[in-house]
């Protein structure tokens, strides 16, 4: 049995745009035998109206404004045709008033279907934006996957290397193992702030808040950074900016994404500053706000590179800006905003400045202990 072939779907649209074109001439038609069966001062040229309508939202421009002179010759000549009465201004006026009234409604059908084509074109963008997006995301999220497994594998191959499990290391072969684990950890950590940069923009950054002391977050951050400074023969120290004694600055936050914060900032001030400088990171708090300030003795930052320093995959043209991904700003912008806080960079004629604030935890006493500390 031979079953009758689906017409395709340009076939369905000749046969719509035919049902309108018969639509159309019904119309027409049936107001001409209203208008020519009739003495002219009765006007049925206003019935018109649903063919220019019909034509301005379904055909194209060119068929609207045929559709549109048409209906207006056919109103004008009715007033010579059939010829059975005379013309008056009362009847001329009339026909006056038809004729604009056609034309203002061609042209209102013809803005409105503009406007709503546009409204598609917006809303099809907004649709391919989101699938890129989502397509964009779930690529990263599988390529910073699949890069970690075989990451982790080589770790450990090269701690059991180094632990002498499979014979006798010299010590020239521990340096080569200390460099490429370095370089494993260094990867391993550009692939984990991919992956949570990704996350962050498309889930948003979840918070583990708690009461903090952000003098401990810093110290603890200089800590970590420090065989990186040894390495580079900076020096690294933690201060407070109105006093000579410790107090506490109390945040209420997270403890993991905050020392984030600060290690990358740091990482930053470290890697970017002269051997046999200084990192500073000095506290504050003013108005409601605690304040950690990094400062370099580095070279500075163009003016016109600071409004970018925290954008994503940002790539400066100064030298400051050669090294990194661009992503440890961009990740801890994200982090700080979340906080409610704000992050920004200054430069200044010996170094820059990379700063941020945290709202502070209310009714806190401050701790009064030993002196400065100093790493």
Known sequence: MLWPRPSSHFDRLIQVRHRIHW?????????ILLEYSTPPPYVFGYLYVGAVLIASTRLSRHATVWVIGIAITLTLLNLFIPGVAAIT????????????????????????????????????QLQAQEQLAQVREDFVSTLTHDLKTPLLGALETLQALRSENF???????????????????????????LMDVYRNDAEGLRLHRQRLDLLSLAEEAVADVVPLATSRQVHLRVSDE?????????????????????VNLLSNAVNHSRRGS????VMGAANGHCQVQIMDEGQGIPADELPHLFDRFYQGQSDRQAEG????????????EAHGGKIWAESRPNGAVF?????????????????????
């Not at 001329?92 to 709503?116: F, K, M, P, S």
């Not at 200084?278 to 990171?281: D, G, I």
């Open 278 to 281: 200084s990192v500073q990171v």
């Open 89 to 124: 201004p009362d009847t001329v006026a009339n026909r006056v008033i038809t004729v604009l009234a056609l034309g203002v409604t061609g042209w209102l059908g013809d803005r409105l279907q503009a406007y709503e084509q546009a409204f598609t074109r917006q809303r099809l």
């Open 23 to 31: 639509l159309i001439i019904f119309i027409f038609v049936l107001v």
């Open 242 to 262: 109105s006093s000579d004694f410790r107090r506490s600055y109390c945040v209420n936050g997270d403890a993991l994404q905050l020392s984030r914060v600060l």
């Open 355 to 375: 700063a941020f604030r945290l709202p502070a935890c209310m009714n806190e006493l401050p701790l009064l202990a030993s002196s400065q500390s100093t790493v």
């Open 325 to 336: 991904s661009g992503l440890g700003l961009y990740l801890s912008r994200q982090i700080v």
């Open 167 to 193: 014979g006798t290391v010299s010590l020239v072969q521990r340096r080569v193992f200390d460099v490429m684990t370095r370089s494993h950890r260094k990867t391993l950590q550009l692939v984990e702030t």
